[in-house]
């Protein structure tokens, strides 16, 4: 660091250990200053926990999800089957629920109910196919599932 004249925020470093055995405590440190240790870092929307599960992130993106789902659902009083394939498509799907998908896949079964519980309560908004079952609500919004 000296030699290079390279000046760190050591307040803004974090010291995150992703490993299946015990936790092996050992103590970093950046010019006699101890780094943090942390569970869990967010990285480019992504929350990564030291095990590599994607159980909080998950949950933060669903948290997303209901947020954006209110103010549609506050600005816009009617929506065509149509209108709210796009919407959630553009601003459920592709944002909150399908962004980095590669990086933080679910798999365990729980998760991935999680995630579908997400979609079949974004299609029981569009009023002329609430009352109908998942699979044809799907079928008639010509969406696939999660």
Known sequence: MDIWLLRLNIGNCKVASYDRRPQIYTN????GEIIEKIESIKDLEVTFDNKLESGEHLNNKI????????????????????SSVVLYKSM????????????????HQSLIEKLEKVQKRATKLVLTVKKLC??????KLKLATL
Not at 28 to 31: E, K, L
Not at 92 to 107: C, D, K
Not at 134 to 139: C, D, K, M, S, V
Request: one cysteine or more; hydrophobic letters at 35%; a positive charge.
């Open 28 to 31: 970093y440190n950046i010019s």
């Open 92 to 107: 459920i799907r592709s944002h909150i629920l399908e962004y980095a998908v590669s990086v933080w896949n679910p798999h």
């Open 63 to 82: 948290a997303q999800h209901i947020k954006c789902w209110r103010i549609v659902k506050r600005n816009f009083i009617y929506l065509s089957p149509d």
């Open 134 to 139: 998942y699979e044809e609500r799907l079928r």
